[in-house]
C-alpha cells in the first residue's frame, strides 16, 4: 500500500522566517497529494492540494512542490507566524479511478512546526 | 454551519463491551472515514465509504465494523474492544474522488473522540 513519511518529525523556527516541510512517499499509484494542518486538541485541517500532473501549486502563504522523479513534496510557509505552530501532515491519495488504492488516503506521521516570537 | 459531530467526545470502557462512536455530517458529503491517530504513527485509515450502502477497508481495520445507510451518518462499531483500540478517533467527510475535481479530499474532520479501553 501506499507509505508516505515525513523526514524530520520536528521544526523550529523564528517568526517571520519560512519554513519548508518535506514528505517523501513510495507509492506510484497516488496522484493527488494534501497537506492538512492540527492544531493541539483539533482535528485536522486542510492546507493545500496538488494533483501529479503539476510540479508546484501556491496557495495563501504556502506553496506545495511535487518532484514526481524522486517521489517527494514539500510544504513552504512564508513568513511564519505563532499561529503556524501545529503538527502537519501529508497525505497521498487517488484521484483516478481504479487500483487497490482507489478512495483511500494514507497520512504521513507528521512535522511539529514551532514558531518562536 | 457546516461541520462534523462525532459523539461521545470521551469514552472509557472495559475490553469486550461492545460500542459504536457516531459520525454525522451536514454538507451533503458522498465520501466519509474514519481514522484513528496514535503517538508516532499519525493518522491511520479504519475504513472509509464512497457513497451510501458502499465501504471499504482502510490500513488498519481489524477490530472496528462500519455502516452507510445514510448519506450524513458512518457510525464506527467496536463490536468487542480491546486495550490496543485505545486511541484518538477522527471522522471526516469531503465530496471524494467520485466527483473527479480538485479538492476532492478536502476533508472536513470532526473534533475526534478520546477512546481508553481497560
Known amino acids: 500500500g501506499e507509505n508516505v513519511g515525513l523526514h524530520l518529525p520536528t521544526l523550529s523556527v523564528q517568526e517571520g522566517d519560512n519554513s519548508i516541510i518535506n514528505c517523501a512517499y513510495s507509492?506510484?499509484?497516488?496522484?493527488?497529494f494534501i497537506w492538512y494542518k492540527q492544531e493541539s486538541g483539533k482535528g485536522p485541517q486542510f492546507i493545500i492540494d496538488?494533483?501529479?500532473?503539476?510540479d508546484k501549486r501556491q496557495g495563501q502563504r504556502v506553496t506545495v512542490l511535487l518532484n514526481k522523479t524522486v517521489k517527494h513534496l514539500s510544504l513552504q510557509i512564508a513568513a511564519t507566524q505563532p499561529g503556524d505552530s501545529a503538527v502537519y501532515f501529508c497525505?497521498?491519495?487517488?484521484?483516478?479511478?481504479?487500483?487497490?488504492?482507489?478512495?483511500?488516503?494514507?497520512f504521513g506521521q507528521g512535522t511539529i512546526l514551532t514558531v518562536h516570537p | 454551519e457546516a461541520q462534523v459531530t462525532q459523539n461521545p467526545r470521551y469514552l472509557i470502557t472495559v475490553t469486550g463491551k461492545k460500542l459504536t462512536v457516531t459520525c454525522s455530517q451536514n454538507?451533503?458529503?458522498?465520501?466519509m472515514s474514519w481514522y484513528r491517530q496514535d503517538p508516532g504513527l499519525g493518522l491511520r485509515q479504519i475504513y472509509y465509504?464512497?457513497?451510501?450502502?458502499?465501504?471499504d477497508k482502510g490500513d488498519v481495520p481489524e477490530g472496528y465494523k462500519v455502516s452507510r445507510k445514510e448519506k450524513r451518518n458512518f457510525p464506527l462499531i467496536l463490536e468487542s474492544p480491546s486495550p490496543n483500540q485505545t486511541s484518538l478517533y477522527f471522522c471526516?467527510?469531503?465530496?471524494?474522488?467520485?466527483?473527479?475535481?480538485?479538492?476532492?479530499?478536502?476533508?472536513?474532520f470532526g473534533p475526534g473522540t478520546r477512546l481508553t479501553v481497560t
Open positions: 471526516a467527510s469531503s465530496f471524494g474522488p467520485v466527483r473527479g475535481t480538485a479538492r476532492s479530499y478536502e476533508q472536513y
Open positions: 507509492n506510484s499509484a497516488s496522484d493527488y
Open positions: 496538488i494533483r501529479s500532473n503539476m
Open positions: 497525505a497521498g491519495a487517488r484521484l483516478q479511478a481504479g487500483g487497490t488504492s482507489y478512495g483511500k488516503l494514507t
Open positions: 454538507m451533503n458529503h458522498e465520501y
Open positions: 465509504s464512497m457513497n451510501v450502502e458502499v465501504t
